[in-house]
Antibody, heavy 115, light 106 residues
Framework: QVQLVQSGAEVKKPGASVKVSCKVS????????MHWVRQAPGKGLEWMGG????????IYAQKFQGRVTMTEDTSTDTAHMELSSLRSEDTAVYYC????????WGRGTLVTVSS | SYELTQPSSVSVSPGQTARITCSGD??????GRWFQQKPGQAPVLVIY???KRPSGIPERFSGSSSGTTVTLTISGAQVEDEADYYC?????????FGGGTKLTVL
């Protein structure tokens, strides 16, 4: 059974950075084309970016370009998402999502940005 | 930029058919997916490629597509189907979610 296990909740101050990890078990990370989706409290789902296997590159939503970096450590089958210059509006649950059809989701990591 | 538009809420009684629509220009040329999200849980894929149902999803869930609209149909909705539903599609280097529809089965 394939599982995506995310790192624990984070509390950050405005202007700081946060790095969320997502470890894959039951499959190789390279088979999953990992993406990241976030959800602010009481709001909808927002795609942030992910690996496009057709181009072989990581693509980012325009909204986050310059502020987000998504990396993969294939030696540990762990994906990472780092978001910098945090502001209060970045308070959200961050999900890693894998599979060609987004059929695999982590449980989410709550990131709270507060002074 | 592309947008996907869903009704904010849909309400049905148990056993009735619930239909949730999702409209957007990109759906004329790209497939749609549907995700179900219950409170405090991660989303679950219920329909992909407009009409395909993943294994483990009940047969009462079905999808259809016409022009610039995709529709999620829940035939004989059950109380446990009460959730938020999000449509999704991909275009160029963008991946887009609809705003979500709260389905009430009461």
């Amino acid at each position: 059974q394939v599982q995506l296990v995310q790192s624990g909740a984070e509390v950050k101050k405005p202007g700081a950075s946060v790095k969320v990890s997502c470890k894959v078990s039951g499959k190789s990370l390279t088979e999953l084309s990992m993406h990241w989706v976030r959800q602010a409290p009481g709001k909808g789902l927002e795609w942030m970016g992910g690996f496009d296997p057709e181009d072989g590159e990581t693509i980012y939503a325009q909204k986050f370009q310059g502020r987000v970096t998504m990396t993969e450590d294939t030696s540990t089958d762990t994906a990472h998402m780092e978001l910098s210059s945090l502001r209060s509006e970045d308070t959200a649950v961050y999900y890693c999502v894998g599979g060609w059809y987004f059929d695999l989701w982590g449980r989410g990591t709550l990131v709270t940005v507060s002074s | 930029s592309y947008e996907l538009t869903q009704p904010s809420s849909v309400s049905v009684s148990p056993g009735q058919t619930a239909r949730i629509t999702c409209s957007g220009d990109l759906l004329a040329k790209k497939n749609g997916r549907w995700f179900q999200q219950k409170p405090g849980q991660a989303p679950v894929l219920v329909i992909y490629r407009d009409t395909k149902r993943p294994s483990g999803i009940p047969e009462r869930f079905s999808g259809s597509s016409s022009g610039t609209t995709v529709t999620l149909t829940i035939s004989g909705a059950q109380v446990e189907d009460e959730a938020d539903y999000y449509c999704y599609s991909a275009a160029d280097n963008n991946r887009i979610f609809g705003g979500g529809t709260k389905l009430t089965v009461l």
